[in-house]
């Protein structure tokens, strides 16, 4: 049985069209104990396929309309996935303390304000610099934002590269990523496992296995399971392997939140 999936994605999100009660009924239909709406706020975005900001008003009355509705059946939790640009520091602190978050994932999709998804921040890039401009930017804004719980799909950059082998060798930026994990353990952030990179024929969950390694390694204990749905069917995908990977590397919980404040609980 799977306990949570504490990444998924609804309509609010441009690049979803799942219903937020589509999505719960298939979570109860899993037996999910808790599942977390964590739809995209990505200020700035400089893709005019896509907006990514939210009609909280609407989004608020429509969370909480099914938070009663089915509160005997699964615990919804009200979550956020916010999209970290260095710029958007005061922007992104304002938007967070109007809205009574209980969990926040800071997530890298564009880099020197250039997208991912469209390939614009890889144009003119070798490889490894690529990845490294990445990391670089993750590190800068774990040293900025303080507003958030996990860092998310943190080797993100390998989807969309374009490259002829889009692996990512840890050793290669060990020094960084370790960097980037020591930071979070530091400020009491964690990470996210994130099942979608087999969704994506990435053969792989976000991050690799040698990051979640490292991770255990330095220290770190946060770490929340999602699987960054954006249709129904792909709620908790490759969790059983997800977990079972976790126990491998000698993880014994994972992390579930409300408030912003963390819990910990067997792993299933």
Excluded: W
């Amino acid at each position: 049985m799977f306990f949570a999936d504490y990444h998924s994605h609804t309509y609010f999100s441009s690049d979803s069209n799942a219903s937020m009660e589509d999505m719960i009924q298939t979570g109860i239909n899993l037996g999910l104990k808790q599942l977390a709406f964590t739809d995209h706020v990505d200020f700035d975005y400089p893709n005019s396929d896509y907006t990514f900001e939210i009609d909280y008003n609407e989004y608020l009355k429509q969370f909480k309309q099914y938070k009663l509705k089915y509160k005997n059946k699964i615990d919804l939790i009200f979550g956020v996935e916010i999209g970290l640009q260095p710029h958007l520091q005061e922007k992104i602190s304002d938007f967070i303390t109007h809205y009574p978050f209980d969990f926040i994932i800071g997530s890298s999709h564009v880099v020197h304000k250039l997208d991912l998804y469209n390939g614009d921040f890889f144009q003119g890039k070798e490889q490894k610099n690529a990845y490294l401009q990445y990391f670089e930017e993750v590190l800068k804004n774990i040293h900025i934002f303080n507003d958030f719980q996990v860092y998310g799909h943190l080797d993100y950059i390998i989807r969309y590269g374009n490259y002829k082998n889009p692996v990512l060798s840890y050793e290669d930026y060990q020094n960084i990523i370790d960097e980037i994990l020591k930071n979070l353990i530091h400020k009491g952030q964690g990470i996210e496992l994130n099942t979608s990179g087999y969704r994506y024929g990435l053969n792989q969950f976000h991050p690799q296995t040698s990051i979640l390694k490292s991770y255990k390694q330095l220290g770190g204990e946060i770490i929340t399971v999602g699987s960054d749905a954006h249709y129904p069917q792909d709620l908790c995908a490759n969790f059983k392997e997800a977990y079972e990977i976790l126990k491998e590397i000698g993880f014994s919980y994972i992390t579930i939140f409300k408030n912003q404040k963390p819990d910990f609980i067997p792993i299933p």
